[in-house]
């Protein structure tokens, strides 16, 4: 298991890099945004590999947790996929800007969930500091 200050450093990069989507998203590079897009289908297949076979280590009702919140999570993004597929197919330009509300408000959920997700990991970061020091005052000092 990584340190704490190793997942921080993770989380710090990948921030960075969706400064650069939003960047790239507001000088409107398609390409650059294909590019990312196809790296994050690859992050987010790598990172279900991860929690998955991080979640069969825990507890079975930590686990049943976890895996209803990423089957909620990957049928919810799914269907954006296919939705986002058929939008695609559609010239209209009312449907177009439907389409891109809808995206920009899934876009702030995400965000939301995303900043939820960081007070949990501060949450447990400072619980986590907080049961350690309180062990190191239970231990014996020599």
């Not at 969706?18 to 990172?47: F, G, I, P």
Request: proline residues 1%.
């Amino acid at each position: 298991m990584k340190k704490l200050s190793e997942q921080l450093s993770d989380l710090s990069d990948r921030t960075k890099r969706t400064e650069d989507v939003v960047d790239a998203a507001n000088a409107k590079n398609r390409e650059r945004l294909q590019a990312q897009k196809a790296r994050l289908q690859t992050a987010v297949s790598t990172e279900q590999t991860r929690i998955g076979e991080r979640t069969t280590k825990t507890q079975d009702e930590v686990r049943s947790k976890w895996q209803d919140i990423r089957i909620a999570m990957d049928s919810h993004f799914a269907e954006l996929r296919t939705k986002g597929e058929e939008y695609k197919a559609e010239r209209d330009l009312e449907r177009a800007e439907r389409r891109a509300d809808d995206a920009e408000l899934d876009a702030a959920d995400a965000i939301d969930f995303a900043i939820y997700a960081l007070d949990c990991a501060e949450y447990a970061i400072i619980d986590a500091t907080v049961a350690r020091a309180d062990a190191d005052d239970l231990t014996p000092k020599s």
